[in-house]
Structures are given as C-alpha cells and as structure tokens.
T-cell receptor, first 113, second 113 residues
Framework: DTAVSQTPKYLVTQMGNDKSIKCEQN?????MYWYKQDSKKFLKIMFS???????INETVPNRFSPKSPDKAHLNLHINSLELGDSAVYFC????????????FGNGTRLTVT | KQEVTQIPAALSVPEGENLVLNCSFT??????LQWFRQDPGKGLTSLLL?????REQTSGRLNASLDKSSGRSTLYIAASQPGDSATYLC????????????FGKGTHLIIQP
C-alpha cells in the first residue's frame, strides 16, 4: 500500500520521559511535515522538511526535534515530556512545497500522565 | 496572522440532501485552499485543492468554490450519503512560517440514513 505510516498509534508515558514517533512515506514525496492536533481539534504545523532544509514553527518548544535519516522518513523526538504535550501528532508528506496536496498518516495519540 | 473559521461546527442532515459547508479566512493573500475529510481515529484525506487563480474545483459529488477577495470558500456536497459522515476541514496556504497550512476547526457532518 502506498501511504504515510506512523508508529506507534498510541503512546502513553509519564512526565519527564523522552519518546519518539516514527514516520515513513513510500509515495516518493520530497517534503514531510509534522502537525499537532490539540484537544480542541486545532491542527497546527510544527515542522516542514524538504531536501535537508528544516523549517520550524516558532511556537514549537525546542524539546521537540525532527530527525530525517532519508527522504522517506521524518521521525519526531520529544524530550522531557510535559502534560501539555498530550495531543494527536500527524505526519504528512507532499511533492514539493507551497501547499501541494498533503497526504496524512493516521496519527499518534500521545498521552502524558 | 492567518485565521480560518468554519461554520457550522456541526451539521446533521437526512440522506439525499445537498449541503454547503462554509470556510472563511482573514488574510486573502493565499496561494491555495484545500478541503480535507477526517474520519474518527484516522488521518486527513485530501479532497480538493483550489489554487488562488481558480474559482472552483470539482470531484464527483463535491464542488469547492473560492472567493479570495471576500475570504470565503464553500464545499458543496450533492446527494449526500451516510458514507459522507466525517469531519470536513478547510486549510489555507499563505506561505511563510513553517510552510504549513492554516486549518479551521472543521465541520462535523452526520448524514442520517
């Protein structure tokens, strides 16, 4: 199946821990993103990554860091987790930038206790 | 700063009706606008993308229009079916920042059989 896949689907962890979410796309796209959907259902861009150029939304704490081993992967590392980090995190990809049609993964529901 | 608003927040209609979902954005300097559907526990599926130079896009029973000058877009669903039940989100692309889309909160649509 051609898709954007992310793991795990659910992640429950305690405050202060460090965790990672993995994302892979086999669509051949050159741009990948991380979005956060909070409890009020707002989706907000966190990062975009294209040809080794990373653009960070200025509101994202530096505890969050994306890592891209290759064009098909963009993993999200979160250090020192806080209660407010609880949300659904979506990975997405597109061919080119500039608002090209996005393909989303199914999301990772992170719960910090 | 771009803001996207969707009205209504929720809508329930009988099967077979034609319906219109509304989306407004505050900054008319957009490059394009996208409509997505989100099913429970799933990621977003791209439905239609309208470039700023276009007035409308059609895909099957869906038709999206764009009036950039007034900051409005509508999604028209013809002959609604129970399978259309989902949350519909619109998102504006204005460039800048993390090069991401600005999303509305969505309209939760229920089609009654």
């Amino acid at each position: 199946d051609t898709a954007v896949s992310q793991t795990p689907k659910y992640l429950v962890t305690q405050m202060g821990n460090d965790k990672s979410i993995k994302c892979e796309q086999n669509l051949g796209h050159d741009t990948m993103y991380w979005y956060k959907q909070d409890s009020k259902k707002f989706l907000k861009i966190m990062f975009s990554y294209n040809n080794k150029e990373l653009i960070i939304n200025e509101t994202v704490p530096n505890r969050f860091s994306p890592k891209s081993p290759d064009k098909a992967h963009l993993n999200l590392h979160i250090n020192s987790l806080e209660l407010g980090d609880s949300a659904v995190y979506f990975c997405a990809s597109s061919q080119g930038r500039g608002g090209s049609p996005l393909h989303f993964g199914n999301g990772t529901r992170l719960t910090v206790t | 700063k771009q803001e996207v608003t969707q009205i209504p927040a929720a809508l329930s209609v009988p099967e077979g009706e034609n319906l219109v979902l509304n989306c407004s954005f505050t900054d008319s300097a957009i490059y394009n606008l996208q409509w997505f559907r989100q099913d429970p526990g799933k990621g977003l599926t791209s439905l239609l993308l309208i470039q700023s130079s276009q007035r409308e896009q059609t895909s099957g029973r869906l038709n999206a229009s764009l009036d950039k000058s007034s900051g409005r877009s509508t999604l028209y669903i013809a002959a609604s079916q129970p399978g259309d039940s989902a949350t519909y989100l619109c998102a504006a692309y204005s460039g800048g920042g993390a090069d991401g889309l600005t999303f509305g909160k969505g309209t939760h649509l229920i089609i009654q059989p």
